[in-house]
């Protein structure tokens, strides 16, 4: 697997560099390469509290699945623009138990560093814990989980060699006057129709059409072929302390609307029980800005009955450059809104989904906070 995945990258940074996205592909690979130089040699010396360059998480994610391969596999997804492959970590115990899925994908911006820390946390929180620690251990007996690391793959490297607040894809628009879809804009759910730009010049760019970015298509497609065993689906972004639901498109409440508050409600208090970080909880439409084109919202579209959007840490201080040495409290406490989701959708659906809560389209009170910043 290992040699295999290097001639991919390796491929990729060359097909890469010969088609000329960048400014200067000779300068621009030479860096790659330079940094390929790795400070680690074994999954025993990975440091969960840094930020990894793609480099550093491409061997991470061959190596985990190496060292726990009755658990861990390593998947194929697609290729992104610049021809790099995607790979998605699918954790599973083994057994003849009838499994659903929990999707969780981070990186979706670029520039939101602590995502793909944190679900680079959770696959290891759950392998150094899933033998021993029975909540774990119930949660893999019924549940398989799919962990997207890094979904904008060019964008986080273009973060790391060139713009540190790049927030979109890297595809190429209008002959090369520009660059980038925002791929929170890109699917298909009320595709550009509220809250994102047909300018490519704009941070809200909403791409040639709904689903026409390689990484929106790769991630769509499988979500689409398993979506009867989906129970959740989870995207990780930053920042602002948000866990939000559906509609970001209309501020008409999805049909399971109450459900997913309370859910989410709670997950926000088992957050806050850690390191007493505060989180609000709302209809993105409500609590943060109308957009159109979201993953969250074209997956509960398509019927997936949970999904959230969570925006870490922080609110406003740091911003989308939070420092490393809040990477582990973060994580930790984003450790515990998740598994509170999970076991709340495990228990909702294995012991009581008959009686599972149904409400009709509630009022809508407008709760529009302004922000400074797109997350
Ligand atoms: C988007 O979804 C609509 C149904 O809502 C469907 O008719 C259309 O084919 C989809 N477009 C793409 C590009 O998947
Ligand atoms: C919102 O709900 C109203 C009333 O059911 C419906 O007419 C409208 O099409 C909905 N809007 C969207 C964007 O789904
Ligand atoms: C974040 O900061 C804003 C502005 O200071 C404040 O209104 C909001 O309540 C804060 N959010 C949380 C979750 O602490
Ligand atoms: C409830 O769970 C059972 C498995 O225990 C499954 O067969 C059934 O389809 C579920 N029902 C609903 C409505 O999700
Ligand atoms: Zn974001």
């Known amino acids: 697997m290992k040699p295999l995945l290097g001639t991919l990258c390796l491929l990729g940074m060359l097909v890469h560099s010969g088609l000329g996205h960048h400014r200067s592909p000779v300068q621009q690979t030479q860096k790659l390469v330079d940094k390929t130089v790795t400070p680690w040699r074994s999954l025993?010396?990975?440091?969960?509290n840094k930020y990894h360059r793609m480099e550093e998480i491409y061997q991470w994610m061959s190596q985990i699945s190496e060292k726990y391969p009755d658990v861990v596999t390593q998947r194929f997804l697609g290729m992104t623009y610049e021809t790099r492959p995607m790979y998605y970590l699918k954790i599973s115990q083994p057994s003849d138990n009838t499994k659903k899925?929990?999707?969780?994908?981070?990186?979706?911006?670029?520039?939101?560093?602590?995502?793909?820390?944190?679900?680079?946390w959770f696959v290891k929180e759950i392998l150094q814990n899933y033998r021993d620690n029975s909540r774990i251990r119930r949660l893999l007996t019924y549940l398989d989980f799919y962990v997207l690391p890094v979904l904008n793959i060019d964008g986080y490297i273009y973060t790391w060699t060139t713009d540190r607040l790049w927030r979109k894809s890297r595809s190429s628009h209008d002959d090369g006057a520009c660059f980038g879809t925002d791929l929170n804009r890109n699917f298909n759910s009320s595709w550009c129709s509220i809250g994102a730009s047909k300018n490519c010049l704009d941070e809200t760019f909403c791409g040639a059409g709904p689903v026409s970015e390689p990484?929106?298509?790769?991630?769509?497609?499988?979500?689409?072929?398993?979506?009867?065993?989906?129970?959740?689906?989870?995207?990780?972004?930053?920042?602002?302390?948000?866990i939000l639901t559906p509609y970001g498109y209309t501020k008409n409440k999805s049909s399971n609307h109450e459900?997913?508050?309370?859910?989410?409600?709670?997950?926000?208090?088992?957050?806050?029980?850690?390191?007493?970080?505060?989180?609000?909880?709302?209809?993105?439409?409500?609590?943060?800005?109308?957009?159109?084109g979201s993953s969250r919202d074209w997956a509960k579209d398509i019927g997936i009955p949970f999904a959230y959007t969570f925006e870490l840490r922080d609110n406003g201080t740091y911003q989308f450059v939070l420092p490393e040495d809040q990477i582990q409290d973060t994580c930790e406490e984003t450790m515990e809104a998740v598994l509170s989701i999970m076991d709340d959708v495990y228990a909702k659906y294995w012991h009581s989904n008959s009686t599972r809560r149904v409400t009709s389209t509630t009022v809508v009170l407008s709760l529009l906070v302004p922000f400074m910043s797109l997350f």
Not at 260 to 279: D, M, P, R, S, W
Not at 283 to 290: H, P, Q, R
């Open 44 to 48: 025993e010396t990975y440091s969960y």
């Open 101 to 120: 899925i929990i999707w969780m994908d981070c990186g979706i911006h670029a520039r939101e560093w602590i995502a793909p820390a944190f679900c680079q």
């Open 215 to 242: 990484e929106t298509k790769a991630v769509s497609s499988l979500i689409e072929s398993k979506k009867e065993d989906i129970l959740c689906f989870l995207t990780i972004h930053s920042y602002g302390q948000l």
């Open 259 to 292: 459900e997913l508050i309370q859910v989410g409600q709670k997950a926000a208090n088992a957050l806050k029980a850690k390191h007493g970080t505060n989180y609000r909880v709302g209809a993105s439409a409500d609590i943060l800005y109308a957009l159109s």
